[in-house]
């Protein structure tokens, strides 16, 4: 599970701040915004890995962020044309 602090407790408290970002993301809030979002370098190797090909890209593990899609069965049948 994630977690959100302002730049003012990570200023204050930044080794925390890093031992959180070990175990989930952390979003840093700049003025009640969202600024920066510190995670661990596994995450970001995760995050930038880059597929070397499309079979590669389609054979990917299953995420929890991954949608079930069942496609309707397509009829599609030939039919001969005139070329007179």
């Known amino acids: 599970m994630s977690s959100e602090i302002t730049t003012e ?11 959180a970002a070990q175990e989930a993301p952390v979003f840093v809030t700049e003025g009640g915004k969202p600024a ?5 370098h596994a995450h970001y190797q995760q995050i930038i890995i880059k597929p070397g090909s499309i079979v590669d890209a389609l054979s990917l593990p299953p995420t929890s962020h ?8 397509a009829n599609i049948f030939a039919k001969s044309i005139d070329t007179k």
């Open 66 to 73: 991954d949608a079930e899609f069942n496609a309707p069965k």
């Open 9 to 19: 407790e990570l200023e204050q408290h930044p080794k925390s701040a890093l031992k």
């Open 36 to 40: 920066f979002v510190l995670i661990s």
